[in-house]
C-alpha cells in the first residue's frame, strides 16, 4: 500500500453535501464524475494530500442506496493507492482477505479499483486503487 488515496462517504443529497463540505474543507470539489457501472454520482474534494469522495446513489437498487438504507450517511469506505492492482489482490487473497471483485474494475478519478469485504476487515470496507496510466 502506497498510502490513503481517498475516504468515501455516502450522502443522500450530493448538491447538500457539496455545499456542505465547501464550508466545512474551504475548498469546491475539483471534480464530479457519473459511474454509471455502479450507478453513483461522485465529487471529489482534495486538501493538501487528502481526497475525500462523497458518493449518491443515482439508483435505488444501487450499493450506495442500499448502504444508505441500512447505515444512514457516513463513511463508507476508505481506499488506498497501490502500484499493481491485481499483485495486491493476489497478496491479500492469498492473506485470507475475501476480495469482492474478482478482477479490477473501472471507479471514478482514473482509477482502477477492487473492494476487500468488510467482514474480513474489520467491518470496514477497504478499496484498491490502481492509476490508469495512459
Not at 455502479?38 to 448502504?67: G, W, Y
Not at 475475501?98 to 482514473?110: F, H, L, M, Q, T
Amino acid at each position: 500500500m502506497l498510502k490513503v488515496e481517498h475516504i468515501g462517504i455516502a450522502v443522500k443529497d450530493l448538491e447538500a453535501s457539496n455545499a456542505l463540505f465547501e464550508a466545512l474543507l474551504g475548498v469546491v470539489p475539483y471534480k464530479e464524475e457519473l459511474v454509471d457501472s455502479e450507478n453513483v454520482l461522485t465529487s471529489f474534494f482534495k486538501v493538501a494530500d487528502t481526497k475525500i469522495e462523497l458518493l449518491a446513489a443515482t439508483d435505488p437498487s444501487s450499493a450506495i442506496a442500499r448502504f444508505l438504507e441500512k447505515k444512514g450517511e457516513g463513511i463508507h469506505h476508505v481506499a488506498f493507492e497501490v502500484e499493481d492492482i491485481v499483485l495486491a489482490m493476489e497478496e491479500l487473497r492469498k492473506k485470507g482477505f475475501r476480495v469482492i471483485n474478482e478482477v479490477p474494475k473501472r471507479g471514478a478519478d482514473n482509477k482502477l479499483v477492487c473492494f476487500i469485504h468488510p467482514g474480513s476487515a474489520n467491518g470496514v470496507l477497504v478499496e484498491l486503487c490502481q492509476t490508469i496510466k495512459p
